[in-house]
């Protein structure tokens, strides 16, 4: 079990570091709304979170 948790955390993490790579601090304020409205349980939250991920990806370039 911990080495699963490990897995996640570590998959988490460079899903995390991509997405800021790529897609500068505006890339990572909307993944951490996504996932905090997911643990809050707010569908507002994470939807705003999801919808900027989702204007980011289809930007061209």
């Given at each position: 079990?911990?080495?699963?948790?490990?897995?996640?955390?570590?998959?988490?993490?460079?899903?995390e570091?991509l997405?800021?790579?790529k897609?500068?601090?505006?890339?990572?304020?909307?993944?951490?709304?996504?996932?905090?409205?997911?643990?809050?349980?707010?569908?507002?939250?994470?939807?705003?979170?999801?919808?900027?991920?989702?204007?980011?990806?289809?930007?061209?370039?």
């Open positions: 079990m911990p080495l699963i948790a490990l897995a996640v955390a570590a998959l988490a993490i460079g899903f570091q997405i800021q790579w897609y500068g601090p505006l890339g990572i304020i909307a993944f951490v709304l996504l996932t905090v409205g997911i643990k809050a349980k707010n569908t507002k939250i994470s939807g705003v979170g999801a919808a900027l991920l989702v204007l980011l990806l289809a930007q061209p370039g």
